[in-house]
């Protein structure tokens, strides 16, 4: 975890800087109080950071749980009723992973875990231009299309209009152009530019406006626009705001319902971003989804016995990891450990940063996840790629995650139902060792996204030295989810001295340069 502290303590301050208004926002859209968020943030960069196997994932407060949290305060009879299904959740969550349920994140197809980066990049960028322009009346965190301010998503922009605030906007153009600047130029210029990012810059300069501005009528940012952390008087009035569970009120079936309800929520968003983080991982690690589950379980039942929200691996928060050069769990853990201190020691500090600035962050973020090229790729890659991409990012956009991913997925087993034939899946593999270790992989005729699991398994546990035969000579359909995994594992194969020899109708190649080309390039006609 420590090798690599040149690249994870930078992309740390990123994620912190990410993380710091989604906490406040997602705690103040779920009716909780704003230290809850922070509390969830911090177990979710310290605890789970370091109990789960995920090497670039961020866990903290989910926006998804926000409106089941709202409701669940109101009808369990207030907030510390509340974190009493808190903790039942992370107790069902280690118990899903004991089961051994984090399987399921296996089978979630590519192209609606694609669907599911892009659609939340769109929203993300959708919901920052009105805190862009400094009209924050909507929190940060709100990712769902109907708000809790009443508005959505497009008509929150509209009205943004109306209420532009030029300090908060010229801010917010100067730290993007800074955030452009630094990563389209500077970073190529020198290592000291790689050390300290562009984001931590822009706030430093979006502190030193607000200050130099207070005075001015036009240009000076009101306190409604800036980071809103609490402030405690002394010590008393820290510890004051953390919150105990009321375990006088186990015996109401509801918070059973609820906790079975946070578990199940939680558990799927987890592994639908353990799915997404491990695709855009370039190193192309794979998460163990059981530790995953066991770790935030822990993360659940530590925050619920403080006073924080549910903890979820989140995708904001794991993208701005990976795109700010984070390579170990040291990353995650470190941005908890900042929230932590800052909240303690600087937190007056902390509520100088414009929200605007943090909105500019968060474009670039949002832009990395939904390049418009993605699109085009997906599309070429025919319709039973894109259809399920788009339906799940215009689901996302239009209502709210989990319901995106649903149609996502729906729409995908239709498809797959449509065009695949009913004769059995399986993967055979035949052990010749005669000095070298040998390994014969037969696929089958029809080989879908349903095999992602048990495929990447056995590439997974394949020896070093290892000759792999991989004979495709029979197989009729082969999904662009196996044809993924095998393009990622001839990556690992490199590393770990592994000779691939692929058998095809048009016949053998050793160690293929591209999978994607093999198995794509040819025309539909033409067989495998």
């Known amino acids: 975890m420590f090798k690599h502290l040149k690249s994870d303590i ?17 705690a103040l859209a779920s009716g909780a109080p704003l230290f809850s968020g922070l509390i969830a943030g911090i177990i979710g960069g310290i605890v789970v950071g370091a109990l789960s196997g995920s090497q670039i994932g961020v866990s903290g407060p989910a926006a998804g749980l926000a409106a089941i949290v709202l409701t669940a305060i109101g009808t369990l009879g207030g907030y510390q009723n509340f974190l009493v299904a808190v903790v039942l959740g992370g107790i069902i969550q280690i118990l899903f992973g004991v089961l051994k349920a984090g399987i399921i ?5 590519s192209s609606v875990i694609k669907g599911m980066l892009t659609g939340i990049g769109i929203i993300i960028i959708l919901k920052q231009i009105p805190h862009f322009f400094g009209y924050d009346k909507d929190p940060e965190g709100d990712f769902s299309f109907l708000q ?12 943004s209009v109306n209420y532009i605030s030029p300090g908060a906007t010229l801010i917010a153009l100067i730290s993007l152009g800074i955030l452009l600047l630094w990563s389209n130029v500077l970073v190529k210029k020198g290592r000291i530019f790689q050390l ?9 300069v979006g502190i030193i406006f607000y200050l130099t501005t207070q005075s001015s009528d036009t240009w000076g940012i009101s306190p409604e626009h800036l980071v809103s952390v609490p402030i405690p008087d002394n010590l008393s009035s820290f510890l004051g705001q953390f919150s105990f569970p009321n375990f006088s009120a ?15 929520v939680a558990s799927l968003e987890t592994l639908l971003c353990v799915e997404a983080t491990d695709k855009l991982d370039p190193e192309k690690g ?6 995953e589950l066991l770790a935030q379980g822990t993360g659940n039942i530590l925050s619920g016995l403080i006073g924080g929200l549910p903890v979820t691996q989140v995708i904001v928060r794991s993208s701005a990891n990976i795109q700010s050069g984070g390579k170990t769990k040291m990353a995650a853990i470190l941005h908890g450990f900042l929230l932590l201190i800052s909240v303690i020691l600087i937190p007056g500090l902390l509520n100088k940063i414009p929200l605007s600035v943090l909105a500019a962050i968060l474009f670039i973020v949002g832009y990395k996840l939904a390049k418009p090229a993605l699109f085009k790729t997906m599309y070429q890659l025919g319709w039973k790629q894109f259809v399920p991409f788009i339906v799940t990012v215009v689901g996302i956009v239009f209502t709210d995650l989990l319901v995106g991913i649903g149609l996502g997925l729906l729409v995908g087993i239709v498809v797959i139902l449509i065009k695949s034939y009913q004769n059995s899946h399986f993967l055979h593999i035949q052990d010749k060792s005669d000095g070298v270790h040998r390994i014969n992989m037969t696929l089958a005729e029809q080989v879908t996204f349903f095999n992602k699991g048990a495929i990447l398994k056995e590439l997974d546990t394949l020896p070093e ?42 016949g053998e190649v050793k160690n293929p340069d591209s999978y994607i080309e093999f198995f794509m390039k040819p025309k539909l006609t033409e067989p495998i």
């Open 10 to 26: 930078p992309a740390s301050i990123v994620v912190f800087f990410v993380a710091l208004p989604l906490c406040l926002g997602i």
């Open 105 to 109: 994140g296996y089978y979630f197809p």
């Open 148 to 159: 809790v301010d009443g508005q959505n998503t497009f008509s929150e922009i509209l009205n």
């Open 196 to 204: 300290i990012q562009g984001p931590l810059v822009a706030v430093v």
């Open 250 to 264: 186990i015996t109401n079936p509801q918070i059973w319902v609820t906790g079975f309800t946070i578990a199940l």
């Open 286 to 291: 794979v998460t163990p989804t059981n530790r």
């Open 465 to 506: 030295n290892t000759v792999l035969t991989l004979d495709v000579r029979k197989t009729k359909f082969l999904d662009y989810d196996i044809i993924e995994i095998l393009e990622d594992f001839s990556e690992k194969a490199k590393s770990r001295n592994i000779t691939i020899h692929l058998i095809s109708e048009r």
